[in-house]
């Protein structure tokens, strides 16, 4: 105790000034840190707002439209939620190399054709019948797209060739357990593909 008592004896005593601009120095130290604490909250409120632009394009409790996906093995996985934003899923298959053309349609309806030409006979045919169900399996039409479930299809662009668009007509069924049916070919390169006109569809 002698030690500290003789220690504080040769401390000086602080004056006024010395104590305001102690004060005054801790002030500053607690504003300065204040601000850098802030800069999260700032970011972590910008991200809130970004969120609440981004909404509307959400469907209901949270599950977007539909989602694009690149597979390890070069191929490409579309699961479909809910019919809309034709336009947003064609620009997302093609950022990922895809050229599509998009349509959602309306139960018992399809687009009138001819809308382009085909890179193999299951464009425009009544389906593969006859002499054309032996050679269905090498058509890349079928190769390029596969349903995989009830809410997702499979692409596997190895089977497109440069200038081919995918053409991808997709049908509401109103049935949760099949909730679309979906229409897949390849046009030929060079082959425009005419916007979708919806016609009654009776089968």
């Not at 539909?66 to 950022?95: C, H, K, Q, S």
């Not at 049916?181 to 082959?191: D, E, I, K, M, V």
């Amino acid at each position: 105790m002698k030690a500290l008592d003789d220690m504080w004896q040769d401390v000086p005593v602080a004056s006024f000034e010395d104590l305001a601009g102690a004060r005054r120095r801790l002030t500053d130290g607690m504003h300065t840190r204040r601000r850098v604490l802030t800069a999260p909250r700032l970011l972590a409120a910008a991200g809130v707002a970004a969120a609440a632009v981004a909404a509307p394009l959400i469907a209901g409790g949270g599950t977007p439209a539909y989602a694009v996906t690149e597979n390890p093995d070069g191929t490409i996985t579309v699961a479909l939620n809910e019919m809309r934003d034709p336009e947003g899923l064609r620009a997302d298959l093609l950022a990922a190399g895809v050229t599509a053309d998009v349509s959602f349609l309306a139960p018992r309806t399809r687009c009138a054709d001819p809308r382009f030409e085909g890179t193999d006979p299951s464009y425009g045919s009544p389906g593969p019948t006859g002499a054309l169900r032996t050679g269905v399996e090498r058509w890349r039409s079928f190769q390029a797209t596969q349903v995989v479930d009830v809410h997702k299809i499979r692409i596997r662009p190895e089977f497109i060739r440069p200038g081919e668009t995918l053409v991808l007509e997709f049908r509401d069924n109103r049935n949760a357990q099949r909730p679309w049916t979906l229409g897949a070919w390849l046009a030929r390169a060079g082959s425009p593909v005419k916007p979708c006109t919806p016609v009654p569809d009776p089968a």
